[in-house]
Each structure stands twice: as structure tokens, then as C-alpha cells.
């Protein structure tokens, strides 16, 4: 197994079913990459939207008691909605684990386009998300 990157149109990424032998192979390869590590960007961007808005959703005058123990009569609206942005919040973490994991065991295959293809997408996922971060 190659340690050191190179450039080659063949490479086994992930599993034994993705191994690729040829040029349209790797560059359908690249493109998988690229688009998994725009969607990894976006999900980050999403989780900083959510964690935004759960925020703002928790009631203005916090103290530790009402954190702790909910007021009589259930929970309030506030505390529901900090619950559900929270539950959000917990799947955009998974997935984006998942999706981050993914792209570093393609990467770690050590062939230097799909690298390549992992930087050029994690920098146009980060380059078209931000902006909408602002109107989150």
C-alpha cells in the first residue's frame, strides 16, 4: 500500500467495491468527494444555524433553578423548542461525523486527486454556505 501521495487513476476507496481503474472512474471518484465534503460544510453550517436559533429560544432570564427544574404545570414552550433545536442539533453532529470520517478515510488512500477533489470541495461548500449563515 502506498504511504506517501501520488497521482494515478487507480485507487480502492472506502471498500473493495469502489476500486477504481480507470481516468472516468476516478474522475466520477473526485466528483463524489468533492460534492461529500461541500455537503459536510453545509451540515456545519447548518448546526451553527441551529445552534443560533436555540439560543434565541431559550427564555431570556436563565437561572439554574429554572433549568433544572421545570416550572409547575410541564414544560414551557421555550424549554420544547430549546428540546426540539437540541434534537436538531444532535442529528446534523451524527451526520456530519459520519460525512467527516468518510472523507478522511477517501483521503486516506494517499491518491492526490481524491485529496484534491476533498480540498476544492470543502473550500466551494464553505465558499457558498457561509454566506447564508448571516440569515440564519
Same mark, same amino acid.
Given at each position: 500500500?502506498?504511504?506517501?501521495?501520488?497521482?494515478?487513476?487507480t485507487?480502492v476507496?472506502l471498500?473493495?467495491?469502489?476500486?477504481?481503474h480507470?481516468?472516468?472512474?476516478m474522475?466520477l471518484?473526485?466528483?463524489?468527494?468533492l460534492?461529500?465534503?461541500m455537503?459536510?460544510?453545509?451540515?456545519k453550517?447548518?448546526k451553527?444555524v441551529?445552534?443560533?436559533?436555540? !439560543?434565541? %429560544?431559550?427564555?431570556? *432570564?436563565?437561572?439554574q433553578?429554572?433549568? #433544572?427544574e +421545570?416550572?409547575?404545570?410541564?414544560?414551557?414552550?421555550?424549554?420544547?423548542?430549546?428540546?426540539?433545536y437540541?434534537?436538531?442539533?444532535?442529528?446534523?453532529?451524527?451526520?456530519?461525523?459520519?460525512?467527516?470520517y468518510t472523507?478522511?478515510l477517501?483521503?486516506?488512500?494517499?491518491?492526490?486527486?481524491?485529496? !484534491?477533489? %476533498?480540498?476544492?470541495g *470543502?473550500?466551494?461548500?464553505?465558499?457558498? #454556505?457561509? +454566506?447564508?449563515?448571516g440569515?440564519?
Amino acid at each position: 500500500m502506498q504511504m506517501s501521495f501520488y497521482f494515478s487513476d487507480t485507487a480502492v476507496l472506502l471498500f473493495d467495491f469502489w476500486s477504481v481503474h480507470t481516468p472516468t472512474g476516478m474522475v466520477l471518484s473526485v466528483l463524489v468527494i468533492l460534492l461529500l465534503s461541500m455537503f459536510y460544510e453545509a451540515i456545519k453550517m447548518g448546526k451553527a444555524v441551529l445552534l443560533r436559533r436555540a !439560543l434565541l %429560544a431559550l427564555p431570556r *432570564s436563565l437561572s439554574q433553578e429554572s433549568l #433544572v427544574e +421545570p416550572e409547575e404545570g410541564g414544560t414551557g414552550p421555550a424549554q420544547g423548542r430549546w428540546f426540539r433545536y437540541h434534537v436538531g442539533q444532535t442529528l446534523f453532529h451524527v451526520v456530519q461525523v459520519v460525512l467527516g470520517y468518510t472523507v478522511m478515510l477517501a483521503v486516506m488512500s494517499y491518491n492526490a486527486w481524491i485529496f !484534491l477533489g %476533498a480540498i476544492a470541495g *470543502s473550500t466551494l461548500g464553505y465558499f457558498m #454556505v457561509y +454566506p447564508l449563515l448571516g440569515r440564519g
